[in-house]
């Protein structure tokens, strides 16, 4: 027994349902993305924080600080050619300071701004992200 009242409902709905699901697809691709330039840029200022807590005549040299961080973020996108850390997309600052125990330590900031992704309407098409670590000195 045939229904003729019952064709096409799998493609109405196939129809309505994408969309949906292309945009669920869009959005983790985003997180994706922006959940690993967080990872890369905390790396990029651990290395560099060891770096500058190595020896007490590099705890405020900006510029090894830069070059330990950008061999971290040189996976990501827009950070494959860059030679200085002075604008962004890579900021990297490099300061010694009083450690909590008052001995001298080292603090590192890196900061990455994230390349603009896919435009979703209510989320930033672009991260600025920054991590700072601190190091004791030997």
């Given at each position: 027994?045939?229904?003729?009242g019952?064709?096409?409902?799998?493609?109405?709905?196939?129809?309505?349902?994408?969309?949906?699901?292309?945009?669920?697809?869009?959005?983790?691709?985003?997180?994706?993305?922006?959940?690993?330039?967080?990872?890369?840029?905390e790396?990029?200022?651990?290395?560099?924080?060891?770096?500058?807590?190595?020896?007490?005549?590099?705890?405020?040299?900006?510029?090894?600080?830069?070059?330990?961080?950008?061999?971290?973020?040189?996976?990501?996108?827009?950070?494959?050619?860059?030679?200085?850390?002075?604008?962004?997309?890579?900021?990297?600052?490099?300061?010694?300071?009083?450690?909590?125990?008052?001995?001298?330590?080292?603090?590192?900031?890196?900061?990455?701004?994230?390349?603009?992704?896919?435009p979703?309407?209510?989320?930033?098409?672009?991260?600025?992200?920054?991590?700072?670590?601190?190091?004791?000195?030997?």
């Amino acid at each position: 027994m045939k229904r003729s009242g019952h064709k096409g409902h799998a493609v109405i709905e196939v129809a309505l349902i994408s969309p949906w699901i292309f945009f669920l697809f869009v959005g983790a691709l985003d997180l994706g993305f922006f959940s690993y330039a967080l990872i890369c840029t905390e790396n990029a200022a651990r290395v560099a924080a060891a770096y500058t807590s190595s020896s007490p005549s590099y705890a405020a040299d900006a510029n090894g600080a830069c070059r330990a961080a950008l061999g971290e973020l040189s996976r990501l996108p827009n950070a494959r050619t860059i030679s200085t850390c002075n604008s962004l997309p890579v900021i990297v600052t490099a300061t010694q300071i009083p450690g909590v125990d008052g001995s001298p330590a080292s603090s590192v900031a890196v900061t990455y701004q994230t390349v603009p992704l896919i435009p979703i309407p209510g989320l930033a098409k672009q991260l600025t992200i920054t991590r700072t670590v601190k190091m004791r000195l030997p």
